[in-house]
């Protein structure tokens, strides 16, 4: 049986399908990958081309270096991908996978551009969202983000 992966963007415009095993993972700390995920890097997994398909919509890109081109969704400002040109796989934004936990980093790059306090960050205090809401305010927060999984349509007609 073919491992199979999916994601999307937050809005659920944009999904894709991977038929087999992802490659690489890592987490870029460049600039453009900074800028380009509006945080301190970015979390990126390989997976060749042949076995990577949108399933619904398009993303718009952007070319960000004379080579390199990163997707996203037009609609909600999701970043989807990172594809450099004449390289091979096209990297996918981890955290727009379904299960992000299947991609589990195994490398660093960029470091020249790594933030001075990223290394601080697993030892900060953490907390989780509950610890510090009532519940009335947690009905408020409800997700209107595209769920973890495929569906038929997005949104769903009501």
Known sequence: MTEIHTGGCQCGAIRYRIEGPLGGAGFCHCRMCQKAFGSFGAPLVSVP???FTWTRGEPATFRSSPVVARGFCRDCGTPLFMLEDDYGPIEIA???????????????????SKLTWADALPGLPAKRTEDDRTPQDLTKLRSLQHPDHETAEWPVKR
Not at 94 to 112: K, Q, R, T
């Open 49 to 51: 081309p042949e076995r």
């Open 94 to 112: 981890i955290g727009s996978l379904d299960d992000p936990n299947a991609a589990a980093p195994d490398h660093v790059a960029g470091v020249e």
